[in-house]
Structure formats: structure tokens, C-alpha cells
């Protein structure tokens, strides 16, 4: 069993694989509208204290348990706790992971056709352009969402080595390069200036709104892929040598960073797109978010630029898919890592398999999408992944050995166990985390 488990081969791939999970959708396009709608920079400072104090102590959480048992969710809670408590907890992840990537693929395929779209208006295929681009044609969301899934596949069968971290440090880096030369672009445009106020002016009267605070922590239970097992698969991946301390700040920081830089983006370019004659406010007169920002303002402020706004919006939507596949693919390596380690089954009929399960998922929400696909986005994101957390929190925090855990720490950091970390991480994830991770399953079941 251990032979057939792959290792990342590097910390640069290790980083760029996790982060790559880490940075998606929900860091372009949910950090941004969320920033917008929350308050500002009010809303990003308090995102980032509790990326820094609940996040990254749940990531570290997911990055030990998986690198000690060497296992997918199931298997690490069966020989971590010795007997079979947690283990529907594991499995429950595995499922929850999985109708993430069903929804999120939809989401994915719009993002392909938008990016294929200024090849037709190129080749002067204006039939064509309208058709990729038709939100409401079933045909079309089935056909990019099924082109998402094979690209989503095709790499999980190269398993760990020459799949994940093969593409992950190719798209990566050009994901955040293209995303800078973007950002510098926008930022010269008329009316960016309004954009980058709002986004960096904190209104501080917001910042103690208890709603503000839930959303910003469930943001970041999101962004950072927590809960599902994600980071504990990828963490048991991780060679020995190294510093788990580390390269958990890393992804971290490497999250925050393109979050904030997504809104550095996106903001300015609403009020570019207003300056341009765009609507940018709901008629309740909050700044537009959701589909109707990514596929409408965004398109509009595209046009308005002229024969250079086709390429802006080719880089764009080719930035958009990037983010959504290396995230992707972590989705499905949950439970592909499970029908690999735990069932002993071959990579590339468990991918193809699973693959092709989750895609006649996606294909069920595409054609109910009014009544489904809303429902699965909440039951997975606002209430799955917190009381997933929560119980990762108490199994690090109450169940697993603080032996076991300093061992494994120690590992690629031989001094840890005097360095403040191991201060206060253990009173993060035994008390402090757990608790506020209630307060945002109690908010998403409306008890506030
Ligand atoms: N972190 C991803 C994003 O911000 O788009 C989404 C995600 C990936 C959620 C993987 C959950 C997961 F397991």
C-alpha cells in the first residue's frame, strides 16, 4: 500500500500544489464581492485575523494528521484513533468534497467558455461568441463543464508527482503573473482610483458587526479548502524533511495574498466599469456580486476598452479557469486517495470512475440548476465545512496523542518544541478555534 502512495518531490511543488487548492474562485471572485459588500478594508482586516488565527491552525491541524498516518481522511481516522469513531466523519468529508467539485465545476465551465469566447470574436465567429457565452443554454454548460471534468481527471491520473505538482508549478506561477500584469493594467484606467478607496478605506464602525465577522470566517474556511480533507490529503504527501510550521504560513500567506491582490483587481475594475456607463449597484444600492458581477460588469467593462478589452478578457477568463483547476483537482484527490490507499484500487480507473460520478452530479445540477444548485453550495460550504472543522479541531485538539503530534512536527523542525508555536497552537485548536467555529455554524443555521 505504501509503495503506490506518491510524495511531493519538492517544497516549491508542495507549496504550489496547496496553494494551488487554496487559491480558486473564492479567493478572485468571492474575497472581492464579499470585501465590497462587507465594509471595505474593515471586512479584509478582520479576514485577515482570522485567516491567521483560525485558518491556518486548522490547515496546520489537516497537515499533521495527514503526514503522521500517511492517508486519505478514512484511513487517518481509523489508525490514528484506533477505532472507528471518526471514521464517518472521514468519510463524510470525502462525500462533502465531492459535491464541491460538482458545483464548482459549473462555475469552472462558465469561466472556460468565457475564456474561448475572444477566440470566436477573434476568428470574426460572432455566432459562435454569443453561444459560449449564453448563461441560460443547458448544451453549452453541460459541454464546458464536461471539458472541465476531463482536464480535472486527466491530471489526477498523473497522481501526485507528474499530475498535481507538475501542474500546479506550471499554472501557478502564471496564474499570479498574469494576474499582477491585470491588476497594473486596471489600475490605470479612469475611475480606479474610487475602486481602490473603498477596497482600502476601512469603515470602522463595521468592523465589530457580528455578521461581518461570521461571513469573513467562513470565507476563509472556504478559501483556505478546509474541513473536506483536501489539506490533509495533500498533507500526507509531504516528505518528512520538511517544516510543516512553515510551509503552512506559506500557503497561508500565499492565500491572503491573492485574495487581496483579487480585490485590488476586481474592485477598481467595477468603477472603471462605471465610469464606462456600466450599473455597478443593486437597486438596494449594494456594489453587484455573484454571476452577475463575473459574467455581466466585467464583460461590459471588457467591451468598453476596445479591440484591446479581447485580450484583457481572453487573460482574464484563462486566469479564472487556472485558479478553478488547481482547486479542482485537490477536490477530486480526496476521494481518489481514498479508492487508491485505503480500497487498493488502480489511480486511473478510481479517477475515471469517481470523476464520472461527480460529473453526472453536476450534470443533475445543471439541469435543475434553479432548485439545486443553491441548495448544494450552502449544505456543503456553509454547513458541512464548519462542523467538518470543528470535528478535525476536536480530534487534533482532544483525541490524538500530543506525543504523536510534537513527533511529527519535529520531523522537519527538530526545535519546535520549545518555539511559540507549539505554545500556542494546541490552545487554538483544542479551544479557541473550535469555539468560534460554532459561532459560524450557528450564524449559517440562521440562530443569530
Ligand atoms: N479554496 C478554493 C477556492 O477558494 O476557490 C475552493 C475549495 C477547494 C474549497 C478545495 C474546498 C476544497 F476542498
Same mark, same amino acid.
Given at each position: 500500500m505504501a509503495k503506490s502512495r506518491g510524495e511531493f518531490s519538492s517544497t516549491f511543488g508542495f507549496v504550489m500544489a496547496a496553494a494551488g487548492s487554496a487559491i480558486g474562485l473564492g479567493n478572485i471572485w468571492g474575497f472581492p464581492t464579499q470585501t465590497a459588500q462587507n465594509g471595505g478594508a474593515a471586512f479584509v482586516l478582520v479576514y485577515l485575523v482570522l485567516a491567521f488565527f483560525i485558518g491556518y491552525p486548522l490547515l496546520m491541524a489537516e497537515f499533521v494528521i495527514g503526514r503522521h498516518a500517511r492517508s486519505n481522511p478514512v484511513g487517518a481516522y481509523r489508525s490514528i484513533a484506533g477505532?472507528?469513531?471518526?471514521v464517518p466523519a472521514g468519510y463524510f468529508g470525502i462525500i462533502v468534497a465531492g459535491l464541491i467539485l460538482s458545483f464548482y465545476s459549473i462555475l469552472a465551465g462558465w469561466m472556460v467558455a468565457h475564456a474561448v469566447e475572444p477566440f470566436f470574436k477573434l476568428i470574426g465567429a460572432d455566432h459562435l461568441a454569443a453561444w459560449v457565452v449564453d448563461q441560460s443554454n443547458i448544451t453549452r454548460n453541460i459541454l464546458f463543464t464536461s471539458l472541465f471534468y476531463v482536464l480535472t481527471i486527466g491530471i489526477i491520473i498523473?497522481?501526485?508527482?507528474?499530475?498535481i505538482e507538475k501542474w500546479s508549478s506550471r499554472l501557478m506561477p502564471t496564474l499570479i503573473f498574469m494576474m499582477i500584469l491585470l491588476t497594473i493594467y486596471v489600475l490605470t484606467?479612469?475611475?480606479a482610483s474610487d475602486g481602490l478607496e473603498v477596497y482600502l478605506?476601512?469603515?470602522?464602525?463595521?468592523?465589530?458587526?457580528p455578521q461581518l465577522i461570521l461571513s469573513a470566517l467562513g470565507q476563509s474556511f472556504f478559501s483556505l479548502s478546509l474541513g473536506v480533507g483536501t489539506m490533509l490529503v495533500y498533507g500526507s504527501y509531504?516528505? &518528512?524533511?520538511?517544516?510543516l510550521v512553515y510551509l503552512g504560513v506559506f500557503v497561508t500567506l500565499a492565500d491572503i495574498a491573492i485574495a487581496f491582490l483579487a480585490g485590488l483587481l476586481i474592485i477598481p475594475a467595477m468603477y472603471v466599469a462605471a465610469n464606462a456607463?456600466?450599473?455597478?449597484?443593486d437597486p438596494a444600492g449594494n456594489l453587484i456580486s455573484g454571476p452577475t458581477l463575473v459574467f455581466q460588469v466585467l464583460p461590459e467593462l471588457f467591451n468598453s476598452m476596445g479591440p484591446v478589452g479581447i485580450p484583457v478578457a481572453l487573460v482574464f477568463f484563462v486566469l479564472m479557469s487556472i485558479a478553478a483547476l488547481t482547486s479542482s483537482i485537490s477536490m477530486l484527490e480526496v476521494p481518489v486517495s481514498y479508492a487508491v490507499d485505503?480500497? &487498493?484500487?488502480?489511480r486511473q480507473h478510481s479517477t475515471w470512475v469517481i470523476g464520472g460520478v461527480f460529473w453526472i452530479i453536476s450534470i443533475i445540477l445543471v439541469a435543475n440548476f434553479e432548485t439545486l444548485f443553491g441548495m448544494v453550495v450552502s449544505f456543503t460550504t456553509q454547513y458541512s465545512q464548519p462542523l467538518l472543522g470543528l470535528i478535525i479541531c476536536i480530534f487534533i485538539g482532544?483525541?490524538?496523542n500530543r506525543n504523536s503530534i510534537l513527533e511529527e512536527l519535529k520531523?522537519?523542525?527538530?526545535?519546535?518544541?520549545?518555539?511559540i508555536f507549539m505554545k500556542v497552537w494546541p490552545v487554538f485548536v483544542k479551544v479557541i478555534s473550535p469555539l468560534l467555529i460554532i459561532l459560524v455554524f450557528l450564524q449559517s443555521l440562521n440562530v443569530f
Open positions: 477505532g472507528k469513531t471518526f498523473g497522481g501526485v508527482k507528474s499530475g484606467l479612469d475611475g478605506l476601512p469603515d470602522f464602525n463595521k468592523i465589530t458587526d509531504i516528505a &518528512n524533511k520538511e517544516n456607463g456600466t450599473e455597478i449597484f485505503t480500497r &487498493n484500487l488502480q482532544w483525541v490524538m520531523k522537519g523542525s527538530p526545535t519546535v518544541a520549545d518555539s
